[in-house]
């Protein structure tokens, strides 16, 4: 499985972008899928996940309510909605898709998001 990120960029505080993660060369409802991101200096971690039917989605705290993952079956990409964004949503955001949960397979190169004050 291939995985391509798109949609990241400078944003103010407050702001919103939505990433996008086009996947290519499997099924693509046979995965789930997750976004992980990476703040300089910092490890990789958990932002949120949806499940093969997309009927079941899982965030980390601090973007509950600001954040939503989808996918669209029939574009092969997951998306990550992100709104209210604050000075901490900076990082590299990766599209990461799993065969089961927690079985992280196959990663995106990643795409920079940067919240400016």
């Known amino acids: 499985v291939q995985l391509v990120e798109s949609g990241g960029g400078l944003v103010q505080a407050g702001g919103s972008l939505r990433l996008s993660c086009a996947a290519s060369?499997?099924?693509?409802?046979?995965?789930?899928m997750s976004w992980f991101r990476q703040a300089p200096g910092k490890e990789r971690s958990f932002v949120a996940s949806i499940s093969w039917s997309g009927s079941a989605t899982s965030y980390r705290d601090s973007v509950k309510g600001r954040f939503t993952i989808s996918r669209e079956r029939a574009k092969n990409t997951v998306y990550l909605q992100m709104n209210s964004l604050k000075l901490e949503d900076t990082a590299v955001y990766y599209c990461?898709?799993?065969?089961?949960?927690?079985?992280?397979?196959?990663w995106g190169q990643g795409t920079q998001v940067t919240v400016s004050s």
């Open positions: 060369g499997d099924t693509f409802s046979r995965y789930y």
């Open positions: 990461v898709a799993a065969s089961t949960p927690g079985a992280y397979k196959y």
